[in-house]
């Protein structure tokens, strides 16, 4: 997921707050942006790692979004090496510091044994010496002391973290952290809003305390189709036990309302065109079908996006569902 990590904050702000050196008027560096964008992430790394080629070698932006795409796409290996040498590359102070968040966090995300997960504490230590003012550089040493249950030192850095947010969501995320520490062990639903077919919003929240399976899907896909039988009886089975929420990513809004009234698909259901922001990208989903099955605290129980027409998602959900059921 997008969203192995749905509550590692501050990503983004890393490089607004701290990024010195941002080569965006470099050619090469716009192309690897513009194929980023449209999740072409193996030619994004190429990209980015033509443009520090292009600047010198000494792009330690180029790199971190060069590692930042190759985790995207899976290169684990890659996406490490230079997270690392985005480490040793970056010079100025701020660009420092947001290499060692990134690797932080990619090693938490990537690589998490008990070697990495303190290697990561390690960085974000770093981090924290050089901008030890920094909402930022705490958080992520608080991420990495609670990935190893270090329970006491992480709520210490978290309520310091706390302590210099302002009121919002950001804030809240970190008061959830602070409440439940295996938030940060455990993949989380990331917050969503969606718009349903009846004009009503649902929220994450509007769901804690369900078992709660979001089905990403479309008009177009076959697969999708035959399984909306089977979702039908998951519903019949077990009732008000378990909330169906369908996501469409069709782009034609009536060919999606069309359908759903067509199949007697009358159950949650919201166009993700008219999701400001996209639900399907809070899930970082790329393909139709993807399930999604939570529990009542927002965790991640399962997630199916390589279902095929010979197998049953009903088997496929069984065992979770038996376990949250009882």
Request: charged share 30%; hydrophobic share 40%; net charge neutral.
């Amino acid at each position: 997921m997008k969203n192995l990590f749905a509550c590692v904050l501050f990503f983004l702000a890393v490089y607004a707050a701290f990024a010195q050196s941002a080569p965006g008027d470099n050619d090469k560096f716009k192309a690897a942006q513009k194929a980023y964008q449209e999740k072409k992430y193996e030619d994004a790394a190429h990209g980015f790692e033509q443009a520090n080629k292009a600047l010198g070698g000494h792009c330690s932006q180029c790199l971190l979004f060069a590692a930042d795409a190759y985790g995207r796409a899976n290169r684990r290996d890659d996406a490490l090496k230079l997270a690392a040498k985005a480490v040793d590359t970056a010079v100025e102070t701020p660009d420092k510091v947001a290499a060692l968040i990134r690797r932080s966090q990619l090693l938490l995300k990537l690589a998490p044994g008990a070697k990495e997960l303190a290697l990561a504490e390690t960085q974000a230590k770093m981090a924290v010496d050089l901008q030890p003012d920094s909402p930022v550089t705490h958080y992520a040493l608080g991420l990495a002391l609670l990935r190893q249950k270090k329970d006491e030192a992480a709520i210490s850095e978290l309520k310091w973290v706390e302590s210099h947010l302002p009121d919002g969501a950001d804030k809240q995320r970190v008061q959830a952290l602070i409440a439940d520490p295996r938030r940060a062990r455990e993949p989380v639903a990331p917050a969503f809003t969606a718009l349903t077919s009846d004009g009503k919003q649902i929220t994450l929240a509007d769901l804690k305390g369900k078992v709660v399976l979001i089905d990403f899907w479309d008009t177009s896909c076959s697969i999708c189709r035959t399984t909306i039988p089977e979702i039908k009886e998951l519903r019949r089975k077990y009732g008000t036990q378990l909330i169906v929420l369908s996501i469409s990513s069709d782009e034609k809004k009536e060919d999606w309302s069309q359908f759903i009234a067509k199949h007697d698909m009358n159950w949650l259901q919201s166009w993700d065109k008219g999701n400001k922001p996209s639900v399907q990208e809070a899930f970082d989903v790329h393909s139709s079908p993807t399930y999604v099955l939570l529990d009542g605290d927002g965790i991640v129980r399962e997630r199916i996006n390589d279902l095929d027409e010979q197998q049953a998602l009903t088997s496929r959900l069984r065992d979770q569902l038996t376990k949250l059921m009882k």
